[in-house]
Every structure is written in structure tokens, then in C-alpha cells.
């Protein structure tokens, strides 16, 4: 199988894998418990959310087209803080591949809650003053509202070529199928032999600890894409710097994609872009060149959509805890959100070290020394991404590598 010439994508989604770091998941629990013993007019500090200073926008362009919800997706009850309202974009509405995901989820039981033109990517054209209106209402990964527009404006601006608007190359009318792997860092993999398998397909996908020195005969050597927000970042190295992670793969092919959810994100983008130190915030100071090399051209760097993200949470992973006064604590994992933007983006997908019904029966990661258990935290509704992968896997939508409960 094709390597992609020139790095990961040429100019034009484990439960948790790297399961959110043990310090971070522990903190939040604790949280929770706190919470649960505290006066429910106290709930508004659930929000956790600071409020910007916000200059108005300057910017001004042609309205966004937007998607509204003919219906909720099946099942849900959604309340209008959740936002199922959405941009479109038709950048993937159209593959030649005759086996694609996108002419077959259709007739499935997803058909009802998949959106062809959901926007997956946010770069240059969405710094807009109509669309920093209609997305500051939403906050953390879903929306605007905790980024100011000077920030928001400086950084997305920066991703200004054709290639920050795609993962890879789109050729509507060629037949071939891009197949992706996306891995997570399961211990379902450790002793697996699947490396050269994960390797073969046209782009690999990784996430949070992504170790392969060492593990290649079962992980693979391969990195397309790394996705990750800078607090997950941040956190697998710290938590797993004596399993030997560093730094995120730093390969010619590596592409690095970031999932927002703090205005953190856009500061390090902008910095990585302007090939500086981070200016101001949490991460004043720090050199981009630490996670992502000296490489920092603008191809090597996308960004998910805020509207992509909520909408992962609204219809795929409408998880029983946004029912919950902890519904502002609730988001989708790192893992689940590579792997279904794997789904919206690539013909054919592939999960490897993802979490199945036997995962008490492996450590926690591939790369554990000793074996440690999986965790389940109350920021992430793992059980429920488990039983997506498992309903994706019977509809014919990816191909999930079970071990040897699949056998």
C-alpha cells in the first residue's frame, strides 16, 4: 500500500486512548463526589467556565450556510444548550471509492444522525464575525465562547492554505479507496503482531501516548496524524515520560491535528505557526518546537471544527451524563473523537487497540510495564463508546480488531 508522498497529506479518533491521564481523570472523580454532596444551588458552578474579555469582530463575509436538525437523533431528548445546529461544508460529500463509507452509512441505523456536510475542520474562512456570533454561545470543545477574538481571529487565520482545509487529497473521481487505521493504545495490542498491518494502510492514526519505538511488530512505525487537545498532550507526557514517551511522533509523514477545547490550543497553534514561543497563558514560554520539531510549515497542522465536535457528542456519543446536572464535565475521549473523524473523512476505517467487551482481561495500555487495569472516569462515558464501536463494527462502518475474542 502507497506511502503519502511529501509528509502526511500533500498541499490541495481508544477509549481515551492513552486513557486520559490518571492525575486528570482522579481530580475530575473527586470533583464529581464533591459535587454530588453540594447544595444544587451551587450547580452553576459546574460551568467551570471563565469569562473573556470578547473585542467585537472586524471580519466580515458571506453568511455560513447552516444545518439544522429535522429531528434529534433517535433515542435522545436534546436540550437547546447542546447546539444541534451546525455549519456545512461539502468538502467530503463526494468520494469515487464504490465501497466508501459515505454511500453506505445511509442504510444503516446511523443514517438518521450522520451529516455528509458537517464541517470537520475550521481554518482561515471561519475567522468571521458571523461565526464567531453564532459559536461564542457554546463553550470547551463545542464552541467559541471561552476565546477571545483577537486570539481566535490571529490563530485561524494562520491556517491559510488549501491543505488546511483537508486531511488528505480528495480525488472525487477516482476509484481507489483511502483506507485509514486508526489506533488507540489498548493493551489489547501488546503481543498482537499487527504492526505491519497498521502500516500498510495509506494513513495511521494515533492518539495521546503514542509510543511505537520498541512496539513496531504490534503497533506499527507509521504516524499520519497525531490528535490530541494540549491539555492531553500535556498530560501523556507527564504520565507516560517512563514508558518512554517524549515528545508526539516527529516524522516526515506526521501531521498534527488539534482537538480545542481551551483557548490553550489556539495559542500553541499560533505559536507553532509563527514559529515562537507561546505568548501568553497557561503555556507562556514554552517553544513549539518541544512537541512538533523544527518542521512547523502551516501543512503539517489542522484543526478540528467546534461544530464537528459537538456533534459527535450530540448524535453519536449523546452519552447519559448530559441528562445529569455533570453534563458540563461530560466530552467525548480523544480516542473516540480520532476514530469517528476517521469515519467522516476516510473510505475504509480500521481500530486497533480500542476497548471490547474482554478488556478486563488486558492492561491498561500496550505499552504498561507491569499490568495496570482500565479506568472509567466521569469526564468520559467509555462503557458507551465501547458499545458504539461494537454497533459500528455490526453495520458494516469499520473493522475492529477484537484479539482473540474475535476468533
Not at 368 to 386: A, P, S, T, Y
Request: with cysteine; charged share 20%.
Amino acid at each position: 500500500m502507497r506511502r503519502p508522498p511529501g509528509g502526511c497529506c500533500p498541499p490541495a479518533l481508544t477509549p481515551c486512548s492513552g486513557r486520559c491521564a490518571r492525575g486528570t481523570g482522579l481530580t475530575l472523580t473527586l470533583l464529581a463526589v464533591l459535587l454530588l454532596l453540594l447544595p444544587t444551588q451551587h450547580s452553576l458552578w459546574l460551568q467551570l467556565s471563565r469569562t473573556p474579555v470578547h473585542h467585537r469582530a472586524t471580519t466580515t463575509a458571506a453568511p455560513e450556510r447552516v444545518t439544522r436538525a429535522a429531528r434529534p437523533p433517535p433515542g435522545s431528548r436534546m436540550s437547546p444548550d447542546l447546539g444541534d445546529t451546525y455549519g456545512q461544508d461539502e468538502t467530503y460529500s463526494s468520494s469515487g471509492c464504490p465501497s466508501s463509507i459515505r454511500k453506505r452509512i445511509g442504510a444503516t441505523e446511523f443514517g438518521a444522525a450522520f451529516l455528509p456536510t458537517i464541517p470537520v475542520l475550521q481554518w482561515a474562512r471561519h475567522a468571521r464575525e458571523d461565526e464567531y456570533q453564532r459559536l461564542h454561545r457554546y463553550g470547551g470543545a463545542h464552541g467559541w465562547k471561552d476565546i477571545s477574538w483577537d486570539v481566535l481571529k490571529s490563530s485561524l487565520s494562520l491556517l491559510n492554505t488549501s491543505s488546511s482545509s483537508v486531511l488528505f487529497d480528495i480525488h472525487p473521481l477516482a476509484t481507489r479507496c483511502t483506507r485509514c487505521a486508526v489506533v488507540g493504545n489498548g493493551g489489547i495490542l501488546h503481543g498482537s503482531g499487527m504492526g505491519t498491518t497498521i502500516d500498510a494502510h495509506d494513513y495511521v492514526f494515533r492518539v495521546n501516548g503514542a509510543i511505537t519505538e520498541g512496539f513496531e511488530r504490534d503497533v506499527g512505525s507509521r504516524t499520519s496524524f497525531y490528535v490530541f487537545s494540549t491539555n492531553t498532550m500535556m498530560n501523556a507526557l507527564r504520565s507516560y515520560a517512563a514508558n518512554g514517551f517524549q515528545h508526539p511522533p516527529q516524522t516526515p509523514e506526521t501531521c498534527y491535528i488539534f482537538l480545542p477545547d481551551h483557548d490553550r490550543d489556539y495559542l500553541l497553534l499560533r505559536a507553532a505557526l509563527s514559529q515562537q514561543p507561546v505568548d501568553s497563558g497557561q503555556d507562556e514560554g514554552v517553544h513549539p518546537q518541544e512537541f512538533f520539531g523544527e518542521d512547523l510549515q502551516v501543512e503539517k497542522f489542522r484543526m478540528l471544527h467546534p461544530d464537528f465536535i459537538r456533534y459527535l457528542r450530540n448524535r453519536f456519543l449523546h452519552s447519559h451524563i448530559l441528562a445529569t446536572p455533570f453534563w458540563q464535565l461530560y466530552r467525548p475521549s480523544t480516542g473516540a473523537v480520532m476514530l469517528l473523524t476517521a469515519i467522516h473523512t476516510c473510505d475504509q476505517v480500521s481500530a486497533f487497540g480500542f476497548v471490547t467487551p474482554g478488556y478486563r482481561a488486558y492492561s491498561d495500555h500496550y505499552f504498561d510495564h507491569g499490568h495496570k487495569e482500565v479506568q472509567f472516569f466521569i469526564n468520559h462515558d467509555l462503557r458507551m463508546e465501547m458499545q458504539l464501536w461494537q454497533r459500528l463494527q455490526r453495520s458494516g462502518i469499520l473493522w475492529l480488531y477484537t484479539g482473540s475474542e474475535g476468533i
